[in-house]
Each structure stands twice: as structure tokens, then as C-alpha cells.
């Protein structure tokens, strides 16, 4: 015959066992969510932030075309690319990305010699496939997070000019570059200001077959909008 207060343990043991392991579950959430937001944990967290933004040369790029040998009368222009960051803790990311510049386009007529005045267009652009490297300061899910960025990238230099009666000729060089620069994340979106040094040698852009020394260091005011988390 069973013995009804083995049956009344047992019952006992399993509701305590229960109201433990439920209770060691509410506790390890309450320390997951004390530790930041989800996107600042690592490895598996991470965005996919889409940019835009202006661009201005800043170095020889907007020097005169016709007075210098390495200008081409660049102006202010705009960048969009993309980069996909995955967090390394909660402060720090590593991210691939891609942007792509266009600088002001140089319109006009000029003396072009046997040929006369004629007119034409220049254009210059960058095309950058970085690594960057962030750290952000401050607690993570506060209003606003300043951070530190940057990065090496592989930069492909695009020259192109058209002229009246002649077609058009292009080029183009892959250098080098680093950039630097600061921001403020504000929830989703971002705001940066970063430079970039981009300086090479290339016989690519001149006529005369010449290699000449170019300086098409650039700077860049730019939005983001951080997709995922």
C-alpha cells in the first residue's frame, strides 16, 4: 500500500523546484537587460547604417584648372554609402563600408589652342572601401553618445572631362587612405564630421604622360540612420 505523504513530498519538491528555476530565470533577464542595450553586446550584435552627407576638397582638387597642373576646379559636392558594424562589446565596433563622393563639377570655356575656345566638364570623384574602427563614450540607451572614429581604406580616384567636339576622357587610380574623425549618436540617427588623407602619384590625369603629385585629401559632414540591432 503507497504512503499518501510520499506522494505529498514529492508534489511539494516539484512546486519548490519549479518557483526556483523561474526565479533563477527572472534574475539572469533583469542582469542581461542591466548590462545596455542589446546592440551593444557582442558577436552576434549589429546595424547596417545607411549615410549621406556633404563633401569638400581639401587639397589641390579645387586649385585652377588652367593655372595649375594638378587642379581641376572641384567644388563642395555630396557622399552616400553604407557600412555594416558589428559591436565588440558595448562601446567599441568594426565596420566594412563603402561611400562614394562626387565633388562639384567644373563647367566653362576655355582656350584649348589650335582649337580655340571651347567649352568643357570636369569631374572628380572618390570611391572608398574602408574598414572602420568606432568607440563609443558614454552609458549605452543614454539621449546622446559621442564617439570616435576610424579607419584604412582602399581608395579609387576617378578623374573625367568632356570637351566640346572631342569626346571625353577617364581615368582613374587606387591609393592608400586613412581617415579620422568624430560624431554624435543621437538613438537612431547619427552625426559625423570625418577627414580623409588621400594623397598619390599618377601620370593617369595629364596629358603629357607625366606622373605628377597629387593631393585630393577631402573632408565630410554626413548623417546616418543605424538600421538593426
Known amino acids: 500500500m503507497r504512503n499518501p505523504g510520499n506522494g505529498t513530498a514529492t508534489v511539494v519538491s516539484l512546486v519548490v523546484l519549479s518557483i526556483f528555476l523561474v526565479a533563477e ?5 533583469v542582469v542581461l537587460e542591466s548590462r545596455g542595450p542589446r546592440h551593444h553586446r557582442a558577436p552576434s550584435s549589429y546595424e547596417l ?3 549621406g552627407g556633404l563633401v ?3 587639397g589641390d582638387q579645387d586649385d585652377d584648372f588652367f593655372e595649375t597642373d594638378t587642379g581641376f576646379d572641384a567644388g563642395a559636392g555630396w ?3 553604407a557600412r555594416l558594424r558589428q559591436f565588440v562589446g558595448r562601446d567599441f565596433s568594426v565596420a566594412p563600408a563603402v561611400h562614394y563622393a562626387a565633388f562639384g563639377a567644373a563647367d566653362g570655356v576655355g582656350d584649348f589652342g589650335p582649337d580655340g575656345r571651347l567649352g568643357y566638364r570636369l569631374e572628380t570623384s572618390v570611391i572608398r572601401y574602408g574598414l572602420d574602427l568606432q568607440a563609443f563614450l558614454g552609458e549605452p540607451g543614454g539621449a546622446a553618445r559621442p564617439f570616435l572614429t576610424g579607419g584604412l581604406a582602399l581608395l579609387r580616384n576617378r578623374y573625367h572631362d568632356e570637351v ?3 569626346g571625353y576622357f577617364a581615368s582613374a587610380v587606387n591609393t592608400p587612405g586613412l581617415s579620422l574623425g568624430a560624431g554624435l549618436r543621437l538613438g537612431t540617427l547619427e552625426l559625423a564630421g570625418e577627414y580623409t588623407w588621400n594623397r598619390f602619384s599618377t601620370a593617369n590625369f595629364s596629358s603629357d604622360g607625366r606622373d605628377r603629385d597629387y593631393n585630393w585629401d577631402y573632408l ?3 548623417v546616418g540612420l543605424a538600421l538593426g540591432r
Open 25 to 29: 530565470s527572472a534574475h539572469a533577464r
Open 164 to 166: 566640346e567636339g572631342s
Open 49 to 51: 547604417v545607411l549615410e
Open 56 to 58: 569638400q576638397p581639401a
Open 79 to 81: 557622399q552616400l554609402g
Open 220 to 222: 565630410v559632414v554626413r
